[in-house]
Nanobody
Framework: QVQLVESGGGLVQPGGSLRLSCAASGSIFSINAMGWYRQAPGKQRELVAVIISGGSTNYADSVKGRFTISRDNAKNTVYLQMNSLKPEDTAVYYC???????????????WGQGTQVTISS
């Protein structure tokens, strides 16, 4: 089995910063893409940022220049550094990783449990 554990959400004022972490554990053979999604109330889940195993990254236009995704392959962990936060960044943030596990040997996407990020004064 594979588990994803997220941390780092919270309440911050506009203009503030937060750093999210998502650690994968379990019967992992390899990890390909790692990404962050978010879902605001009444809206669909959207891609925020993704980083592939080679280090290439891609960001939603709404977060470019403010958010930075990174990964520590030794720790099977992906991070999302969020700066200059805005009220419209308020959402539940989910990590998603593409993992080949040693049980099924299939490439599957796994989701974290979600962490609430609230930007408010």
């Amino acid at each position: 089995q594979v588990q994803l554990v997220e941390s780092g959400g919270g309440l911050v004022q506009p203009g503030g910063s937060l750093r999210l972490s998502c650690a994968a554990s379990g019967s992992i053979f390899s990890i390909n893409a790692m990404g962050w999604y978010r879902q605001a109330p009444g809206k669909q889940r959207e891609l925020v940022a993704v980083i592939i195993s080679g280090g290439s990254t891609n960001y939603a236009d709404s977060v470019k220049g403010r958010f930075t995704i990174s990964r520590d392959n030794a720790k099977n962990t992906v991070y999302l550094q969020m700066n200059s936060l805005k009220p419209e960044d308020t959402a539940v943030y989910y990590c998603n990783t593409d993992i080949i596990d040693t049980t099924t040997w299939a490439l599957r996407g796994y989701w974290g449990q979600g962490t609430q990020v609230t930007i408010s004064s």
